[in-house]
């Protein structure tokens, strides 16, 4: 009984955080040019289990977190503009609805993935913190939606089990 409450609760919270990352990776603009969401991909790949560990909210993309912090430059003699960034900055770009002038997209993605070879991306630079993912997961959200959820269920199984267990 107790079992299937805690995993209610758990569950309840993962699918609201989830649900509040996906709005916020389609609408916050934290550096200023459109929301983060371009092509989907990555707010189709959250999700969550539950096993004797706890809850886990995962992102099957490599780099979910740089959504929150930005990515920081390349370490000295990493390739800037390795073939599969650039072909994910041409991605973007063509989603994006960007139209270079007087050059090629590909051109394009190149000098955006060398400029954040050497400085990190733009986000990184303005101090990180989009929002996307830290105003879902956060002390105070885990305080309501998890902390004070489990303690009055608790609260109650255990009054509950107190009580019948006195009248048998």
């Known amino acids: 009984m107790l079992s299937s409450l805690v995993t209610s609760i758990l569950t309840d919270f993962a699918e609201r955080t989830i649900l509040g990352i ?43 977190t740089v959504v929150e912090t930005g990515r920081k430059p390349t370490s000295p003699g ?40 050497e400085e990190g991306s733009l986000l990184y630079r303005q101090g990180g913190k989009s929002g996307v993912i830290s105003n879902e997961i956060n002390d105070k959200r885990i305080k309501e939606g998890l902390t004070d959820q489990l303690t009055d269920k608790l609260r109650e199984f255990i009054i509950n089990e107190f009580v019948r267990k006195a009248i048998d």
């Open 78 to 117: 990493a390739s800037a503009g390795s073939p599969t960034v650039r072909e994910n900055i041409e991605n973007w770009i063509v989603a994006k609805g960007i139209t270079p002038d007087g050059i090629t997209v590909k051109s394009l993605a190149y000098l955006i993935s060398r400029k954040i070879h």
């Open 22 to 64: 996906r709005t916020n990776l389609e609408t916050l603009n934290a550096t200023g040019h459109g929301p983060m969401d371009t092509t989907g991909k990555m707010k189709n790949s959250l999700g969550f289990r539950i096993d004797a560990e706890g809850l886990t909210i995962f992102s099957s993309e490599k780099y979910f």
